[in-house]
């Protein structure tokens, strides 16, 4: 039985990442859709890991061969246990590539398999949790990106968030440098979660 490991921030799941974690099931017996911290980003997310794992499991529970799960540590640790025999990444242009290739290697060096990488499909090569997360931070409709436990997660998650333009009806424009995450985060349209 052939497995590999597709990981990210997944914050949030976005049908860029089912997508591809599709694809992979056609290359391996299954595909484990992995909850990884990325230090980076540590202090930035919008959804706790536990709600990453449940949206993304019941986003993909129509997929045969499709897991979730959280990687606890470094990745490559966590694909010798698991015995997974590739990493999988989605890459939407160059610039992921870009960000992609040294911890291609650094994995490898660090003793995890090869990664294999996937093209975005053309349909979803525009989106990323980040773009989600920014425009759901207006108050507007994400259900064309994500899918739909995901825009319902966004939609309270963001009505609780005091001052977030979803919860008090004024376009309040970009966060400003600074905002804690309890407002609301992502304006800035960074590298996130991978397709
Ligand atoms: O979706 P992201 O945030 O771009 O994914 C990056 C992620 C989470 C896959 C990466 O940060 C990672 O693999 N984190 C686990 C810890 C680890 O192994 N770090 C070394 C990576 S070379």
Do not use: W
């Amino acid at each position: 039985m052939s497995l590999a490991v597709y990981p990210g921030s997944f914050d949030p799941l976005t049908l860029g990442h089912v997508d591809i974690a599709a694809r992979a099931t056609t290359l391996f017996d299954v595909v484990v859709i992995g909850i990884a911290h990325n230090a980076a980003k540590a202090e930035r997310h919008l959804l706790d890991v536990h709600e990453r794992l449940r949206l993304a499991r019941d986003s993909t529970s129509h997929l045969p061969g499709v897991e979730v799960d959280i990687v606890p540590g470094l990745l490559a640790d966590y694909c010798s246990r698991r015995g997974a025999s590739a990493i999988i990444k989605g890459l939407r242009n160059g610039s992921d590539l870009d960000t992609e290739l040294p911890m291609a290697l650094l994995n490898r060096d660090l003793g995890a398999p090869e990664t294999v990488f996937l093209p975005a499909s053309a349909a979803y090569a525009h989106i990323s949790s980040s773009l989600v997360k920014d425009v759901a931070g207006y108050g507007r409709d994400v259900s064309a990106l994500v899918p739909p436990a995901v825009a319902h997660a966004l939609e309270v998650r963001l009505a609780q968030a005091p001052g977030s333009a979803a919860h008090d009806g004024v376009d309040s424009g970009p966060v400003p440098p600074g905002t804690p995450p309890s407002r609301f985060v992502g304006a800035d349209h960074t590298r996130e979660d991978l397709p």
